[in-house]
């Protein structure tokens, strides 16, 4: 068994860093991601100074344990832009306060509404075609308009 680890050199951290990554494709959880780099990086330091297999060993737990704060770091400020953006996923909600012209007249409380390139059904006070209105209220796929 010591045999094995005195043997570990450049590429034997390289292979085993790019499965861990392969790995990480098959079961995706963020987690073989870093040990894989981590073991990247043993190996690309392993060919620039030659590290006993001890120093190896310790640079791969050193860095392994290091990503856990980076992976939160990164995590983090992904999340972040998420934020900027609020009504990402929340595409009615965008529309309160907008103003359109009805395609088709409300009649007993329903009519239909071009918004880009989808005709979306509104209820409000009956309105004849052709009138502005402003979106007051987005509730799921239902819009409710009132005369702009």
Do not use: C
């Not at 590290?51 to 791969?60: C, D, G, I, N």
């Not at 770091?73 to 009615?92: E, G």
């Amino acid at each position: 068994m010591a045999e094995m680890f005195v043997t570990l050199g450049t590429w034997n951290w390289l292979i085993f860093g790019f499965i861990l990554m392969a790995l990480e494709l098959l079961a995706p959880g963020v987690f073989l991601f870093w040990l894989g780099l981590a073991a990247l990086l043993v190996g690309l330091l392993s060919f620039a100074i030659n590290p006993a297999w001890q120093t190896q060993l310790l640079m791969f737990a050193v860095f392994a344990a290091a990503a856990v704060p980076a992976w939160r770091y990164f995590a983090r400020s992904a999340s972040s832009h998420s934020v900027s953006n609020p009504f990402l996923n929340k595409r009615t909600e965008a529309m309160i306060g907008r103003e359109f012209t009805l395609e088709k007249p409300i009649v007993d409380g329903s009519g239909t509404v071009r918004i880009d390139d989808t005709i979306w059904r509104v209820a409000g006070p009956d309105t004849p075609a052709g009138s502005r209105v402003r979106i007051v209220q987005a509730d799921g796929a239902s819009l409710t308009v009132a005369a702009a």
